[in-house]
């Protein structure tokens, strides 16, 4: 079977990932770079570096990666639907729910893959998070709590933490609960001086009655990347940073002690650190797209996906703005 042509339209600070992975995978052949900033990674290698999207598509490509940013995403994305050119496009899907909605469309009409490249999914201790608690291993599943800070990212500048780092958030849990957010009420600082939010307390409830609350932040001198899942028979962390995934069991020895006994509702039982294959996630993610253009797999973030993942981060937006709780 012949390789297929792909084509990166984006080479900045995630853009050059794409390249070096594009370049590794089987039965792909990264053919076309396009970036109007140049190269200032230096990953082109022999490929000339095309100033735009139309000469992108006019060397002739089967799929795409659109890496640039968010604010150029609907622009790039219809004119490859419009080329038939699959394509995986960066979170958030676009900026807006709208421009996001015609991104689907515009795919759907023509029979095409479109992915949005929500890579915690493809963390290891995510996936294995997902099937424990689909096999019932937690039980009853009550709430899920995730924790993402760290330093103001200085190439960030055209949208706030919401859409860049609460987007993650907001998709994994709702795939890893296997339900979508129902409602979200959240609180929004900005601090840094730029005109968009940079810190977030967000909590809400999924459709199947999972609490959830998600802390996001730029302005946190260290990097976390946590997942909690609380459950009937103890919890799960999910460390994405390291793609460790521990659980800690409910105790199934009693309290004697009557006063602590009043008031813990469980016991502290064994911890369970997992051994995972950790394999790269934006390699898996490629391989994912890939598959899904050959028509062997369907576990890609669908870009209908990406625009509910979206509505719900502007429904943060919303809450932060109004003072009230918004529902979807």
Known sequence: MAELRAGLLGVGQMGRHHARVLRELPGVDLVA???????????????????????????????????????????AALKLASAGVHTLV????????????????????????????????FNPALQDLRRRIEAGDLGEVYQITTRRQGPFPSRIADVGVAKDLGSHDVDLTAWVAQSPHETIFAQTMVKSGRQYEDMIIATGRLQNGVMVNHVVNWLSPMKERITIVTGERGAYIADTNSSDLTFHANGTIPTEWDY??????????DATRFALSKREPLRVEH??????????????????????????????????????????
């Open 260 to 269: 602590m006994s009043a008031f813990r509702g469980v016991s502290e039982g």
């Open 33 to 75: 770079i396009a970036d109007p900033g140049g190269d200032p990674h230096g990953v082109a290698g022999a490929l000339d570096v095309l100033p735009d999207i139309d000469a992108l598509i006019a060397v002739g490509i089967d799929i795409a990666v659109v890496a640039v940013p968010t604010a150029f995403h609907e622009a």
């Open 287 to 328: 391989e994912a797209f890939r598959d899904a253009v050959l028509g062997l797999r369907t576990d890609v973030v669908t870009m209908e996906e990406g625009v509910r993942t979206l509505a719900v981060v502007e429904g943060i937006i919303q809450s932060a703005a109004t003072g009230k709780s918004v529902s979807f």
């Open 90 to 121: 960066e979170k958030p899907i676009a900026h807006s729910v709208e421009a996001g909605q015609r991104m689907v469309d515009a795919f759907k009409a023509n029979g095409l893959v479109g992915a949005v490249g929500h890579i915690e999914r």
